[in-house]
């Protein structure tokens, strides 16, 4: 995450997605609902304003009164709510002529609806509070409340990417801050010694950094003897280099000429590390992902 990151730069990140909400916040509310606001087009009757409501509830009572079909009755008037089609109903007879009532009854029968007909249930005695109406949501909030969901949505997704975004960028930065420029003095100088009759020969030395972090180990032991008895006779050591940032230990065999030629013992040794012949005034490396190891070969009395 960091690398792709870094790639792509953090300022990059952070202006694409400050871009991305301005560009909502013109887009959606500035052109989408002001200056170019969205038109609903082949809606439904249920959706159109109370007058239009009523007037097509009327248109219907009168085809219905004119073709006497049910089935086609309920299809004109499917998707609507039973509750307001009683009240749009029971409006409409408060203001109307005998004949349209019965139209209106008969619509109602139709659709199987109860409606109270007559004055009794249409008139509110004086001083009486008429029942409050649950009227369905508006038509532009059934299509606004998914709209919104949506922006929260975007909103809360970029604000999420631009907070991990800033966390990167400040752990980045602190890595930085951290950040020692290499150099090219030694972390240390290490002497092991090796004398004859330590037939168990395996020493390890600590590698630390300057404020004293443990950053890895050298060592050095005992690879491979000749002959029985005691005291050993040492033909090959191993040097080894362990680096606590890597996940692997660098090892090379430094053996002495009667081990170097002897292609058995050489082919053998060899899957330990990295065989090397002892020479006087050389120098053998070993390296891993953070350290180079220098070791003079100043090894004596190798059989």
């Known amino acids: 995450m960091n690398a792709i990151v870094e ?3 953090r300022e990059a ?35 159109l304003k109370q007058r239009y409501k009523e007037a097509y509830i009327a248109m219907l009572a009168d085809s219905y ?15 609507w709510d039973k509750e307001e089609l009683c009240q749009i109903i029971a409006k409409l007879e408060s203001r109307a002529s005998e004949e ?23 008139q509110t005695p004086v001083g009486a509070t008429p029942p409050p109406v649950e009227r369905p949501p508006s038509p532009v909030i059934r299509r606004l409340v998914p709209v919104l969901g949506i922006f929260l949505a975007m909103v809360l997704f ?13 752990r980045g930065e602190a890595i930085v801050s951290r950040w020692v420029p290499p150099s090219t003095e030694p972390l240390g100088h290490f002497v092991a010694r090796y004398t004859l009759g330590q037939d168990d020969y395996d020493e390890s030395l600590d590698i630390e950094s300057p404020t004293g972090e443990l950053l890895g180990e050298c060592g050095l032991n005992i690879a491979e003897t000749l002959g029985t008895g005691a ?8 040097l080894s280099l362990f680096d ?13 000429e009667y081990a170097y030629g002897d ?18 005034g050389k120098s053998s490396w070993d390296r891993s992902s953070a350290f180079r190891l220098s070791s003079p070969d100043r090894l004596s009395g190798l059989s």
């Open 7 to 9: 790639r792509i730069g």
């Open 13 to 47: 990140l952070i202006g694409a997605a400050v871009g991305f909400i301005v560009g909502l916040i013109i887009g959606l509310p500035i052109l989408g609902w002001w200056l170019w606001p969205v038109r609903w087009v082949d809606t439904d009757p249920y959706d």
């Open 65 to 79: 009164a004119f073709n006497r079909d049910a089935q086609l009755a309920k299809e004109r008037a499917a998707g």
């Open 100 to 122: 349209e009532r019965q139209r209106l009854d008969d619509l109602a029968g139709a659709l199987e609806l109860k409606v109270e007909i007559g004055k009794e249930a249409i």
């Open 158 to 170: 970029i604000a999420a990417a631009v907070a991990i975004v800033m966390i990167w960028r400040g």
């Open 231 to 238: 005291p050993a006779k040492v033909t090959a050591f191993n």
């Open 244 to 256: 606590r940032s890597d996940v692997r230990t660098v090892t090379k065999v430094l053996m002495s």
């Open 263 to 280: 292609e058995a013992i050489r082919n053998r040794l060899a899957i330990k590390g990295e065989p090397v012949l002892v020479e006087p």
